[in-house]
């Protein structure tokens, strides 16, 4: 069977790959293994999916080239997406941040890409297994399903297959493995928007409390709530840096985000209060009982000594942990790391090396923010080759 592209992995980067360029008139298939379209869309977002957010731009996203992503998001962005959205009735909200979710479920962004593929005659394939890879002047996919085994030609072959997290709902480490096959290098994965497990030492019996914090691992600091849990630390704001985390690094934390804890300490001497008891305002009483030493937080605020608040400030605002990995996989959301932009084209997501192979969405090395981010660019670099393929 002969078409002019072939997609392997039908999820948000290839679904909407598929019916750009089908709407152009390409003929179009696309081949996933799994049985079921959109899990991973149906599960984001809490079952709301946060598809994309009001502003988009390079800053929100990590790579070996952070500059790869600007061509693709330059020429589609958020309201591009919101447009096809919109134009369904699909009811959306905006949240803190941007952030742009379905009021009522993450199965309408996964009726609208089947809506589109469906509309622009793109063919759809489920429940298939995508064996050798074979280049001369076209591909050869084979393939089998509970038919039987085939093959499909095609002129063009766009990998995406995505990441690594949730291998249950069937993400593998095939479109990596093409990658490499093809030559191209991968820059190393890892679990990323991933909750960090802390030593025995630094966990805190403090599971299911939640404050606002700046946290920060080696990259940008992010202002949001950090959760504690039985091993660890989670909430928006870990996740965020966990994807900046290198094993052996530091995390620092700072419970009272915006504020000058010494320079209110030093001049509070007329604060009769006891310091734990001044800061339970602030602050869960557990939380400040675990931080401060016992001795200190009895003392009265206008008695505090220079070096007392100090210590209570560095215990408070300058709080470094040291986790000893991420939560892995199962937990992650998205993967950091991928196929290496530095042979792809950031225009039309096309191998150098291999012509008419193109990589798009999560497999990428291209890892967006919490916020919306991995589905626009899943959307924005299934454009970029869907216009190009
Ligand atoms: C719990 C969770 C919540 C999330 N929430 C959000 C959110 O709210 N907002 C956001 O922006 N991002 C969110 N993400 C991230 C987002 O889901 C992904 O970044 C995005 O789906 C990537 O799109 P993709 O098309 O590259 O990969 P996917 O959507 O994962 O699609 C890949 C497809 O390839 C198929 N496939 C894999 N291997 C093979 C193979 N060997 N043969 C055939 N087919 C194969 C898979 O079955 C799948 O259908 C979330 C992720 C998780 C895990």
Same mark, same amino acid.
């Given at each position: 069977?002969?078409?002019?592209?072939?997609?392997?992995?039908?999820?948000?980067?290839?679904?909407?790959?598929?019916?750009?360029?089908?709407?152009?008139?390409?003929?179009? +298939?696309?081949?996933?293994?799994?049985?079921?379209?959109?899990?991973?869309?149906?599960? *984001?977002?809490?079952?709301?999916?946060?598809?994309?957010?009001?502003? +988009?731009?390079?800053?929100? %996203?990590? $790579?070996?080239?952070?500059?790869?992503?600007?061509?693709?998001?330059?020429? %589609?962005?958020?309201?591009?997406?919101?447009?096809?959205?919109?134009?369904?009735?699909?009811?959306?909200?905006?949240?803190?941040?941007?952030?742009?979710?379905?009021?009522? *479920?993450?199965?309408?962004?996964?009726?609208?890409?089947?809506?589109?593929?469906?509309?622009?005659?793109?063919?759809?394939?489920?429940?298939?297994?995508?064996?050798?890879?074979?280049?001369?002047?076209?591909?050869?996919?084979?393939?089998?399903?509970? *038919?039987?085994?085939?093959?499909?030609?095609?002129?063009?072959?766009?990998?995406?297959?995505?990441? !690594?997290?949730?291998?249950?709902?069937?993400?593998?480490?095939?479109?990596?493995?093409?990658?490499?096959?093809?030559?191209?290098?991968?820059?190393?994965? =890892?679990?990323?928007?991933?909750?960090?497990? !802390?030593?025995?030492?630094?966990?805190?019996?403090?599971?299911?409390?939640?404050?606002?914090?700046?946290?920060?691992?080696?990259?940008?600091?992010?202002?949001?709530?950090?959760?504690?849990?039985?091993?660890?630390?989670?909430?928006?704001?870990?996740?965020?840096?966990?994807?900046?985390?290198?094993?052996?690094?530091?995390?620092?934390?700072?419970?009272?985000?915006?504020?000058?804890?010494?320079?209110?300490? #030093?001049?509070?001497?007329?604060?009769?209060?006891?310091?734990?008891?001044?800061? #339970?305002?602030?602050?869960?009483?557990?939380? +400040?009982? $675990?931080?401060?030493?016992?001795?200190?937080?009895?003392?009265? +605020?206008?008695?505090?000594?220079?070096?007392?608040?100090?210590? =209570?400030? #560095?215990?408070?605002?300058?709080?470094?942990?040291?986790?000893?990995?991420?939560?892995?996989?199962?937990?992650?959301?998205?993967?950091?790391?991928?196929?290496?932009?530095?042979?792809?084209?950031?225009?039309?997501?096309?191998?150098?090396?291999?012509?008419?192979?193109? %990589?798009?969405?999560?497999?990428?090395?291209?890892?967006?923010?919490?916020?919306?981010?991995?589905?626009?660019?899943?959307?924005?670099?299934?454009?970029?080759?869907?216009?190009?393929?």
């Amino acid at each position: 069977m002969a078409y002019d592209v072939c997609i392997i992995g039908g999820g948000a980067a290839g679904l909407f790959c598929a019916a750009t360029a089908a709407l152009r008139g390409r003929s179009v +298939v696309v081949l996933d293994h799994a049985a079921i379209p959109g899990r991973k869309i149906l599960i *984001s977002g809490g079952g709301r999916c946060n598809f994309t957010n009001r502003t +988009v731009g390079p800053e929100n %996203f990590l $790579s070996q080239n952070p500059h790869f992503c600007r061509s693709a998001l330059a020429r %589609f962005r958020p309201e591009d997406f919101l447009a096809e959205v919109e134009a369904r009735g699909i009811a959306y909200e905006e949240r803190r941040h941007g952030q742009l979710f379905c009021v009522q *479920s993450a199965k309408h962004i996964v009726a609208l890409l089947l809506d589109r593929c469906q509309q622009a005659g793109v063919e759809l394939r489920w429940g298939v297994t995508v064996g050798a890879v074979a280049h001369q002047d076209r591909f050869a996919i084979a393939t089998s399903d509970g *038919s039987g085994t085939g093959e499909i030609v095609a002129e063009r072959l766009v990998v995406a297959t995505g990441g !690594l997290p949730v291998p249950a709902i069937g993400a593998s480490d095939f479109g990596l493995r093409l990658a490499r096959r093809f030559g191209h290098g991968v820059v190393e994965t =890892a679990p990323a928007l991933a909750p960090l497990l !802390l030593p025995p030492d630094e966990r805190l019996d403090l599971s299911g409390i939640a404050v606002e914090a700046e946290v920060s691992a080696d990259g940008p600091v992010f202002r949001e709530n950090i959760l504690f849990t039985h091993g660890g630390v989670s909430g928006p704001s870990v996740l965020q840096a966990s994807s900046y985390w290198r094993a052996g690094r530091p995390l620092a934390v700072d419970l009272l985000p915006g504020r000058d804890l010494a320079a209110e300490l #030093a001049a509070g001497r007329t604060v009769n209060a006891q310091l734990g008891n001044h800061l #339970a305002g602030a602050l869960p009483r557990r939380l +400040v009982a $675990s931080r401060l030493p016992e001795a200190l937080a009895a003392r009265p +605020v206008a008695k505090l000594s220079p070096a007392e608040i100090a210590a =209570a400030t #560095a215990a408070l605002q300058r709080w470094e942990l040291h986790p000893v990995a991420t939560d892995g996989w199962l937990k992650a959301e998205v993967m950091r790391g991928g196929v290496d932009t530095a042979e792809l084209s950031s225009k039309t997501m096309e191998s150098r090396r291999v012509p008419g192979l193109h %990589f798009i969405g999560e497999v990428v090395d291209v890892t967006g923010w919490l916020g919306g981010y991995n589905f626009h660019w899943a959307w924005a670099s299934g454009f970029a080759a869907g216009s190009a393929v």
